[in-house]
């Protein structure tokens, strides 16, 4: 009987033990995944501030391009209002008859034909950056992504392209007219010749003007996108 109790005394001690180890294993990986949870929880807040400081680099960069391309813009439109300005002249209030109006016309001709031209094109290292890496996604500020995305991906797209047709047409204005533009001068103008200038200024005034119209439009826009910002 003594062995007896001894036994089931035994078998209770290891069953004691038993049941601690096990309540000490439980509590040893309840403690891990509180560990690992803790941990990824610091992580994702890591990746998050990390993102969160990469989203705003990227708007400061962005803004930093534009105010840039606002101060180009600008200069474009500076640089051509001259030749338009000589141009309308020409248009509404000389004479057709060259000889009658000679200086005035001459000194107009002078300001659309030897002052050159500028085009627009972006700055826009930073946006393209984001979109080789696919980054510019994952941002959370989606409205102002979408008209980051309007701009550059369709605006100034826009711009570029009517930009290139003024430059051709502005290639062709400059060689027919190489002798006036080397001489600085308009010796050989007759009436006729002086009808078929016009004619040929007026190609390129038309898409000059679009291209004007174009760049207004596009100044307001990136001014708005910079308030955004």
């Known amino acids: 009987m003594i062995k007896f109790f001894r036994h089931i005394r035994k078998n209770l001690l290891i069953e ?30 890591n990746e998050s501030r ?13 803004k930093d391009d534009l105010t840039q ?21 020409l248009s509404s209030r000389c004479s057709e008859d060259y ?3 000679k200086s005035q016309i001459d000194s107009l001709m002078s300001v659309y034909l030897f002052s050159g031209q500028r085009t627009f094109y972006p700055v826009s290292g930073a946006f393209k950056s ?3 890496g696919n980054e510019i996604n994952t941002y ?17 797209d826009r711009l570029i392209d009517n930009g290139k047709i003024v430059d051709d047409r502005w290639s062709k204005l400059s060689e027919t007219y190489i002798y006036s533009r080397r001489t600085s001068s308009f010796d050989k103008v ?17 898409q000059l003007n679009w291209y004007n119209q174009i ?15």
């Open 16 to 45: 004691n033990k038993t049941s601690k180890y096990f309540k000490y294993a439980i509590g040893e990986i309840i403690l891990v995944v509180i560990g690992i949870l803790i941990a990824l929880q610091i992580n994702n807040w």
């Open 50 to 62: 990390k993102h969160a400081i990469a989203e705003q680099e990227f708007f400061k960069s962005v």
């Open 69 to 89: 391309d606002l101060e180009f813009i600008n200069y474009v439109q500076s640089y051509s209002k001259p030749k338009v300005d000589a141009y309308n002249l």
């Open 99 to 101: 000889d009658s109006d």
């Open 130 to 132: 984001s979109i080789a």
């Open 140 to 156: 959370k500020q989606k409205k102002i992504i979408q008209n980051i995305i309007k701009l550059y991906g369709s605006n100034y």
């Open 190 to 206: 007759t009436n006729e010749v002086y009808s078929k200038m016009l004619d040929d200024f007026h190609f390129h005034f038309i």
């Open 215 to 229: 760049l207004d439009d596009t100044e307001k826009e990136v001014n708005q996108l910079l308030k955004q910002l």
